[in-house]
């Protein structure tokens, strides 16, 4: 069952790990972690963030955590979550430039603040707004290990993969059950 890279929206949720253990840990905790996240998620290498705008996608983060909760769970839609959401998208900048000197007749849509943290926010809630409105919002799932938290798009044709990831929370589970196994059959004896 082959696992594609995962929707930026999820991955941004996915920075707390372990979000329901003791110790979740949090790859956003102040500027330099987060420069660290966006650079290995595609955003341009020159952003760095302020204390501010750091706490901003964190709240982008919970928002989007909120809404494929109730989403997953049937649950009802938290506006403040929702207007959280919407917030992010009203910083888009998306506009029609000529980029290719080769190709003149043709127009790219360009990110007209790609530099900035908003365009990073507003590029978030776009992926998380595609995401749950789109064809694939039925097979959004939050992972089953239960520390874990994590959202994934189920691309597998049967429908039922269990973990955010087979690597880290589906082996974990895997060791777990093996040794309960293996502990319920030294008691046997
Ligand atoms: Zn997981």
């Known amino acids: 069952m082959a696992e594609t890279d995962p929707p930026v929206s999820l991955k941004l949720v996915g920075t707390i790990h372990g979000r329901f253990s003791d110790q979740p840990t949090d790859d956003l905790t102040n500027p330099d972690t987060t420069s660290v996240w966006l650079r290995n998620n595609g955003f341009p290498t020159v952003l760095h963030l302020t204390d501010e705008e ?21 649950a009802a839609q938290h506006p403040a979550a929702v207007a959280e959401l919407n917030r992010a998208l ?7 430039a000529s980029v290719d000197p080769q190709a003149p007749d043709r127009l790219i849509a360009v990110d007209a603040a790609a530099d900035r943290a908003d365009a990073v926010l507003y590029r978030i809630a776009a992926d998380a707004l595609a995401l749950t ?24 044709r049967a429908g039922n993969r269990k973990w955010c990831s087979a690597a880290t929370c589906g082996n974990r589970a895997r060791v777990a059950a093996h040794r309960t196994r293996a502990r319920d059959e030294v008691s046997d004896t």
Do not use: E, K, N, Y
């Open 133 to 156: 409105t789109g064809p694939h919002a039925h097979r959004v799932r939050q992972c089953t290990a239960h520390t874990c938290g994590t959202f994934f798009v189920d691309t597998s």
């Open 90 to 96: 009203g910083h888009g900048a998306v506009a029609l």
């Open 54 to 74: 750091v706490a901003d996608l964190r709240a982008l983060r919970q928002a989007i955590f909120d809404i494929f909760t109730a989403q997953t769970t049937g």
